[in-house]
């Protein structure tokens, strides 16, 4: 499955953005959808993950409550809407997919998109 992320740019902190992660070739609702990010400087930290269906959903505790992951598999498309944005969240973001749900290492996934750019202004 090939993955696009798209959506990211300058916001001020407060303020909202919604990331989409398309997903071309295999069919989107054969795999679990996730959001990492990388800040400069930092190792690539998991963000969020949905399962298949959309029926379960889990966060890192730094975006939970902001963050929301959803998917439209009709569309083939994964979406991050965060609001509330600080500066630290500041990064790259990245969507993934693997066939199991409720992986946050970014080892265990084996299928990535091109990372976009947030970036959150004080």
């Known amino acids: 499955v090939q993955l696009q992320a798209s959506g990211g740019g300058l916001v001020q902190a407060g303020g909202s953005l919604r990331l989409s992660c398309a997903a071309a070739?295999?069919?989107?609702?054969?795999?679990?959808m996730a959001w990492f990010r990388r800040a400069p400087g930092k190792e690539r930290e998991f963000v969020a993950s949905?399962?298949?269906?959309?029926?379960?959903?889990y966060y890192a505790d730094s975006v939970k409550g902001r963050f929301t992951i959803s998917r439209d598999n009709a569309k083939n498309t994964v979406y991050l809407q965060m609001n509330s944005l600080k500066p630290e969240d500041t990064a790259v973001y990245y969507c993934?997919?693997?066939?199991?749900?409720?992986?946050?290492?970014?080892?265990?996934?084996?299928?990535w998109g091109q990372g976009t750019q947030v970036t959150v202004s004080s």
């Open positions: 993934a997919a693997r066939v199991v749900f409720l992986a946050t290492r970014d080892s265990e996934y084996p299928h």
């Open positions: 070739g295999r069919a989107a609702n054969l795999y679990a």
């Open positions: 949905i399962s298949r269906t959309g029926s379960a959903t």
